[in-house]
């Protein structure tokens, strides 16, 4: 167009169609390479143009006198125009063919992953509770109903009612263990995490009318990309279990002090180098030393230096017999510088992960 104010028609049409043929051929050949690698969109590219140039080469071919000029000849680019237009329409459906396909994969991986993720949290052992911006639950899971349902006392888990987390508080009565006081609301997991830092606590009970759930509870703030908090994880668990075992261990050691503390014997409690490590109020007796003086000490240091070699060869021996037993006799000295005869049986309970000690019966034979 731009030669034709200078140059003939004919000369500028010569010139452009031996360059106009490559620039075709090239675009052609691009079209076809990314259509195959998978651009959809590259065939509608190809439909569009080539129809086009079809109609574009025909008009150069009447004005170079190749073919005779007629009136569909002439008009030839009209109709590449309308094929143009007709194939972008074609394109423009296809691509939003494309993005609802696209939406709707996404959709669905969407729901599978939410599917996948709702079987991982329904196989925990631990009862799940997520909680959203605005303190109401979005989702929990069946843990949660079997920890702190109670339906003979109409007390049932159930998000849809939308409780807030103050208002599940006051359902389930949640206070603080061992005492009937409610527990606090700003020491509560959930309401940290939505402030943007995870906590836990293991001071609470539920107080479901008729029993009490002892719990543990984590919780941890879900963020988004900007890093403002999204909702809030909470996994908690029942501890009953464990509350009776601690107890029970407070009484099993309140029975072990009861009777250790109150025989006529001795007990003492030695590591592998013969320190001292526990001795009872009996063993004070025996000796006049205070606990106090003795922890820390070594067994050896008040044994009469006769026996000494002696005692400590045969205490040697009971160190190679893990859960092996020795009697013997020999003198210590007593507070006031005298010597009594004690007799002792020792035990090597050492490899007992619950002792980890050799463990001394003393009681005094002088008389």
């Known amino acids: 167009i731009l030669l034709i104010p200078f140059f003939s028609y004919f000369f500028a049409a010569t010139v452009m169609v031996p360059l106009a043929l490559p620039s075709m051929a090239i675009v052609l050949i691009g079209g076809i390479v990314s259509w195959q690698n998978g651009n959809r969109a590259a065939r509608f590219f190809l439909f569009a143009w080539g129809g086009f140039l079809v109609t574009i080469s025909l008009i150069f071919l009447v004005r170079l006198a190749i073919i005779p000029a007629t ?95 103050s208002q599940a508080m006051e359902y389930y009565t949640f206070r603080i263990a061992g005492s009937s006081k409610m527990y606090p609301l700003e020491k509560m997991p959930v309401l940290q995490a939505l402030q943007g830092r995870g906590g836990s606590a293991d001071d609470l009970e539920a107080d479901l009318v008729d029993r009490r759930v002892p719990l543990e509870i984590w919780a941890s703030p879900v963020l988004d990309q900007d890093g403002n908090v999204e909702s809030a994880v909470v996994a908690f668990q029942d501890i009953t279990s464990r509350r009776q075992a601690e107890e029970a261990l407070r009484t099993s050691e309140k029975k072990f002090r009861a009777v250790v503390e109150n025989v006529f014997d001795g007990v003492a409690f030695l590591d592998r180098d013969r320190r ?21 000490q070594s067994g050896v240091q008040t044994i009469h230096p006769d026996d000494r070699s002696h005692v400590a060869a045969t205490f040697q021996k009971l160190l190679e017999q893990p859960g092996g037993r020795i009697h013997q006799e020999y003198r210590i000295r007593h507070q006031d510088s005298s010597w009594i005869w004690v007799e002792t049986r020792a035990m090597n309970l050492l490899d007992d992960p619950h002792i980890r000690a050799v463990v001394l019966n003393s009681r005094d034979i002088t008389q």
């Open 71 to 165: 009136g569909i000849y002439e008009y030839a680019y009209l109709f590449g125009i309308m094929w143009m237009a007709v194939s972008w329409s074609i394109a423009l459906a296809d691509r939003i063919n494309l993005l609802k396909e696209e939406s709707d994969e996404a959709s669905h991986g969407l729901q599978r992953s939410r599917n996948r993720l709702a079987q991982i949290l329904e196989g925990l052992p631990l009862g799940v509770v997520v909680y959203g911006k605005d303190f109401k639950p979005t989702f929990s899971n069946q843990r949660v109903t079997e920890i702190l349902g109670n339906p003979g006392q109409g007390i049932m888990p159930d998000i849809s009612v939308g409780r807030t987390l």
């Open 276 to 296: 001292i490590l526990y001795v009872s109020p009996s063993y004070e007796r025996l000796n006049g030393l205070s606990a106090d003086k003795m922890l820390g």
